[in-house]
């Protein structure tokens, strides 16, 4: 039961990080997630066999220390973008902020507001997933959105980087959650450390009874 309400949680979260970005193109010249109807909450529009499925369940299966999935991505025409370089690097970051922005919004509302413990609970891991989310996304390997910031700093002369990283992408990521699994790049120290310092120490405690 709490793989589930773990899943359905981190679905919706997915989905906001998507809409953020489809929102974000909107803005900057670019409506095609608009014009094909993703900019809405229903997960039916977003969902993903492998992100949004498979993944979670075999991490959940494997016993895995951390859960994470995405949502099937927006489509991106950067043609109609009018800086295609900066323009994607926004479209990449305000993903990751979205789900930042999420966890620290109802990680006041934990700090500040006298909640029943089953409020307490369900907001402490929508905290914890977004922070969790928000932070992964930002580190700078292909697909997740922090190489396409990277890459927009990039110089010309170095866009054999790029092309190297995105070539090798699927090796990468494996390696990088392989390194997460084992502890070696300490991720969750640090949401932990944020999720403690917006929510409070009863937030962090709701949470952890919850994944016991």
């Known amino acids: 039961m709490e793989s589930v309400f773990f899943i359905i949680i981190l679905l919706f979260s997915v989905i906001l990080h998507e809409i ?35 993944l979670p369940l075999l991490l959940i299966f494997l016993k895995s220390p951390f859960l994470i999935g995405w949502a099937k991505p927006v489509p991106i025409n950067p043609h109609n973008l ?3 370089k900066w323009d994607t690097a926004k479209i990449a970051l ?20 006298p909640l029943p413990d ?47 990283m995105e070539q090798f992408s699927l090796f990468l990521i494996l390696f990088f959650l392989i390194l997460l699994m084992k502890g070696i790049i300490p991720l969750f120290p640090v949401v932990f450390a944020v999720f ?17």
């Open 94 to 113: 305000v993903g990751p902020l979205s789900n930042v922005a999420a966890a620290i919004f109802f990680g006041l509302l934990t700090r500040f507001l």
């Open 196 to 212: 403690q310092m917006i929510a409070g120490p009863q937030a962090v405690q709701s949470f952890e009874v919850f994944i016991r």
């Open 118 to 164: 089953n409020l307490l609970i369900i907001f402490s891991v929508i905290i914890f997933l977004n922070f969790l989310l928000g932070i992964f996304n930002l580190f700078p390997i292909p697909p997740l959105d922090g190489s396409k910031i990277l890459f927009a700093f990039l110089p010309s002369s170095l866009n054999y980087i790029r092309v190297f």
């Open 82 to 84: 009018l800086n295609p």
């Open 20 to 54: 953020s970005h489809g929102a974000m193109a909107n803005i900057l010249g670019d409506p095609t997630a608009k014009n094909e109807g993703r900019l809405t909450l229903n997960p039916i529009s977003h969902l993903d066999p492998v992100g949004s499925f498979f």
